[in-house]
């Protein structure tokens, strides 16, 4: 049976639930609370769209093999339209370094292993032209949903809440919507579950904070200029402990830089707020320096920061009983991972699918909410709890650190053991096509991250360079770059 549909919120995931429900037949509308981009092409979106409502547009987004899969496999025509404004494709084989690529051998599954960089105003106004263009979606911009409309449950033996439309508040102007379904895309600040909340329901939500702060500046090569090479003497991306670093390319010579601090180190946090510190910190990491030559770009924004990265795990189900039916909450109102990872529109356009394929499959509004919930976990949560293990070390990395003490010194064994076989992972990555292979499925989520860990071959390498000795794989992983102090000394002598 066709629904009407209304999904909250054009964001990435927002405009991926549409497409997916459209698919299947439903009429479904979206509403979004920005202004509707201006004229003109991605470029004037970059700079000009007063893009409130998702306040990382403007930080660099890099587009994972799991999306990017699920694009050319569902959406071929929409794949061709990123490419023809301006997307590069960074393939499995663009990605080795010219000593591996001399072994290399395409296997089949590299076809999968691959990235889409752009910024994130080309994908989006690309996918919102797109959508526009789709049948059975209406899309009405300046349109803030405000509230929740809903009643309690007829069916016996459910005492849940039934959601059956919303308040829209459109250019001043107050009315209600209703619809035989609602889909929260309203990202990172959605109100939904405080509107439950007002309506008597908890919504059960698992959070856990980064206590990081993610910055970022954009910049610009000059006409001509070309990007230096990905595979130079230093990593574009790295992890100094205290500081964790990234160059993100983009599309028409736009790049960006990330840096992101631990939230409690106060002189770092300042720093990186200010474009000149933030400049200058990138010029002292080796594997920055290369694209901060101010003979070739220029800058394009100031330092952007992002407060608030956390991991957060929202649930509308509880003790196998739907909290709200004929409500859904998908993309970063329902799952937020550190974007440091870069999972996130991944993550959501997988979720939309998979409400997509399940409002298909069943007509009965609590076996939805129970099989989106079910799928949600089955599919979702290793990603999630990844990332979440992941944040926990950055975090005691960070501590040890700022402490002088080796982590794996001062935590035993396990840790040591730990720490040797990721050096040893870290060393064979460097020259190994196949583990390089695996290491990329785990980034590219196409498997549950670090299952390639499991593989005999990939494991036997692994441990095989662990027999080579701690310090012969320790040296590989080292990151160039200054120390703690270092930096700190080196911001303190541009302030005196
Ligand atoms: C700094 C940063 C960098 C990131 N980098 C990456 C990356 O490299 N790769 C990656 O995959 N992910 C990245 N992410 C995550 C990614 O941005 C999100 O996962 C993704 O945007 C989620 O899509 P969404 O549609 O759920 O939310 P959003 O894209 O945030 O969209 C939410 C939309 O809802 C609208 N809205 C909100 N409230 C209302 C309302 N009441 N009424 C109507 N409309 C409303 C907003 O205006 C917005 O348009 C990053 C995130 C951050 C913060």
């Not at 009643?151 to 035989?180: F, M």
């Not at 003490?405 to 050096?423: C, I, P, Q, V």
């Not at 005999?456 to 095989?464: L, N, S």
């Not at 360079?465 to 770059?481: C, D, H, P, Q, T």
Request: charged share 25%; hydrophobic share 40%.
């Amino acid at each position: 049976m066709k629904q009407k549909i209304i999904v909250v919120g054009a964001g990435i995931c927002g405009m991926c639930t549409a497409l997916a429900l459209a698919s299947k037949g439903n009429q479904v509308v979206v509403y979004e609370r920005d202004i509707a981009p201006p004229d003109g092409d991605a470029h004037e979106a970059f700079f000009q769209w007063n893009r409130r409502g998702a306040s990382q547009f403007r930080h660099p987004h890099a587009f994972l093999g799991l999306l990017c899969n699920l694009i050319r496999d569902r959406y071929p025509d929409l794949l061709e339209e990123f490419i023809a404004n301006g997307a590069r494709k960074l393939s499995f084989r663009d990605m080795l370094r010219p000593e591996l690529l001399a072994k290399y051998k395409p296997e089949q599954e590299d076809e999968k292993l691959w990235i889409l960089l752009c910024r994130r105003a080309t994908l989006e106004t690309v996918l919102r032209r797109y959508v526009l263009r789709t049948g059975n979606i209406e899309l009405h911009d300046s349109s803030h949903i405000a509230g929740l409309i809903t009643s309690r449950s007829d069916v016996s033996n459910c005492d849940s809440l039934v959601v059956k439309g919303l308040q829209l508040h459109t250019r001043g102007e107050k009315s209600e919507v209703y619809a035989d379904i609602v889909v929260d895309a309203s990202g990172r600040g959605t109100k939904f579950p405080q509107w439950f909340k007002a309506a008597g329901i908890d919504v059960s939500h698992e959070e856990h904070n980064s206590e990081m702060a993610y910055f970022s500046r954009n910049y610009q090569l000059n006409p001509g200029e070309t990007e230096p090479s990905r595979h130079g003497l230093h990593p574009g991306a790295g992890d100094l402990g205290y500081i964790k670093y990234g160059v993100f390319p983009g599309d028409d010579g736009h790049f960006a830089l990330i840096i992101c601090v631990p939230e409690d180190e106060k002189t770092l946090r300042g720093a990186v707020r200010d474009n000149a510190q933030f400049d200058l910190m990138c010029r002292s990491i080796p594997g920055l320096k290369p694209w901060m030559d101010e003979r070739k770009m220029q800058p394009t924004t100031d330092a952007l920061g992002v407060s608030d990265i956390r991991a957060v795990w929202r649930r509308y189900v509880q003790e196998d009983r739907p909290l709200a039916l004929n409500f859904f909450a998908v993309g970063d109102a329902a799952i937020r991972t550190n974007p440091l990872y870069g999972r996130g529109c991944s993550v959501g356009a997988v979720h939309a699918h998979i409400l997509a394929d399940i409002l298909e499959s069943t007509v009965d509004p609590v076996q939805r909410a129970l099989e989106f919930d079910r799928r949600s976990e089955e599919q979702l949560r290793p990603i999630y709890q990844a990332s979440l293990n992941e944040d926990k070390s950055g975090i005691k990395r960070a501590r040890a650190v700022a402490s002088g003490t080796l982590l794996e010194k001062t935590a035993g064994f396990k840790a040591w053991f730990g720490a040797a076989f990721g050096d040893a992972l870290i060393a064979a990555i460097k020259d190994q096509v196949h583990v390089v292979r695996g290491m990329m499925r785990t980034v590219n989520l196409l498997e549950k991250p670090g299952d390639f860990l499991k593989e005999p071959a990939i494991r036997f390498t692994i441990f095989r360079y662990m027999l080579r000795g701690r310090k012969k794989n320790a040296a590989v992983r080292i990151v160039s770059g200054p120390d703690r102090e270092e930096m700190l000394a080196l911001l303190k002598n541009r302030a005196a």
